[in-house]
Structures are given as C-alpha cells and as structure tokens.
C-alpha cells in the first residue's frame, strides 16, 4: 500500500497549489441559496405511458422526466 501511495505522491509533488482557473460567469460575494421548490403530481395512467415511453427511447425515466422539465428549469 505504501508504495502505491509513493506513485502518485511523486507526480504531485510539484504542484505549487491551487490551479487559478477561469469561471464561467463572476461568483457573487453574497451566496446565499434562497431557492424556491415546485411540487408535481403526475397521474397514474401518464405515470404509466412514461414507464411505457422510456424503453422505447432507450432512456430511464429520470432522464425523460428530466428533459421533460428542463425547459422549466433556470438556465435550461
């Protein structure tokens, strides 16, 4: 185990610190996460044409429900 750890402490051993990279938009001073929630219901018989649905689009049905609301969401 100990040499394991001596093989990937010797590539590291140089890094100085903490790389300086760029963000994609400027970070606020004040985070705060005041975020809202919206609550759903679906029916059971479109719960269960979705079941039916993701198989077919070679999917999972997180992922259909997701792309399903992502035009709701913020930056979506």
Request: charged residues 20%.
């Amino acid at each position: 185990m100990l040499e394991h750890e001596a093989f990937w402490r010797t590539p590291f051993a140089t890094i100085s610190g903490p790389l300086d990279l760029p963000t994609d938009f400027e970070q606020p001073e004040d985070k705060r996460f005041n975020n809202n929630y919206a609550c759903m219901h679906i029916s059971p018989e479109v719960t269960l044409q979705l079941r039916e649905w993701a198989p077919q689009l070679h999917t999972t049905l997180f992922t259909l429900l997701l792309e399903l609301i992502n035009p709701f969401l913020p930056n979506g």
